[in-house]
């Protein structure tokens, strides 16, 4: 069963603590990316990664971080430095291909609440 | 930098309307794709246009691309309430995706 997983659905936090969002993907894709959701609002891009190894700041990447180490794996951290961190975080994933562009396929999502 | 808008920001319409949301590049796009997000759920690729002036259709969806690809339109005809959802545009920019802010579609039954 291929697709996306995102662990937790649900993520309780208090303020001030780091916290890790799970991503996996057996999609064999090479692409992947972190997405924020605020209610009522679009997606924003917090980071993307082309390939393993490699990651590259999105548009709101301040107070988070990221790894690739392994292809299907890309966790994002949430830090005490995130001054508003309570959303929906979506992961997702596209084939790098000859024109570069994709679907993204995403994943479930986990809502975090900061307390 | 690159931004992608999309309008209207809500939309109800009576089952058996049609609805049609609007999505403008500040750049010119190489590509555009269409996402559908139901309510509490995550969103789902619909399509993807690449050419200027390129018009693809989906049973009652219908999908433009403008001829200086910097808009695109998503026309749905004859709603029905599984239609609900908020409608995203995605603009492609380096390496990477630009969304629009989506347009919420409630179907009134």
């Known amino acids: 069963d291929g697709g996306i997983t995102q662990s937790p659905k649900y993520l309780f936090r208090k303020e001030g603590q780091n916290v890790t969002l799970s991503c996996e993907q057996n999609?064999?894709?090479?692409?992947m990316y972190w997405y924020r959701q605020d209610p009522g609002q679009g997606l924003r891009l917090i980071y993307y990664s082309q390939i393993v190894n490699d990651f590259q700041k999105g548009d709101i990447a301040e107070g988070y971080s990221v790894s690739r180490e392994k292809k299907e794996s890309f966790p994002l951290t949430v830090t005490s430095a995130q001054k508003n961190p309570t959303a929906f975080y979506l992961c997702?994933?596209?084939?790098?291909?000859?024109?570069?562009?994709?679907?993204?396929?995403f994943g479930p999502g986990t809502r975090l609440t900061v307390l | 930098g690159q931004q992608v808008m999309q309008i209207p920001q809500y939309q109800h319409v009576q089952e058996g309307e049609d609805f049609t949301t609007y999505c403008n590049s500040s750049?010119?796009?190489?590509?555009i794709q269409w996402y559908k997000q139901r309510p509490g759920g995550h969103p789902v690729f619909l399509i993807q246009l690449v050419k200027s002036g390129e018009v693809k259709k989906q049973k009652r969806l219908t999908f433009q691309f403008g001829e200086a690809k910097k808009n695109s339109s998503l026309h749905i005809t004859a709603t029905q309430t599984t239609d609900v959802g908020t409608y995203f545009c995605a603009g492609s920019g380096t390496y990477k995706y630009i969304f629009g802010t989506g347009t919420r579609l409630k179907v009134l039954a």
């Open positions: 997702a994933s596209s084939l790098v291909g000859a024109y570069s562009y994709n679907e993204q396929f």
């Open positions: 999609l064999n894709h090479d692409a």
């Open positions: 750049t010119t796009l190489s590509n």
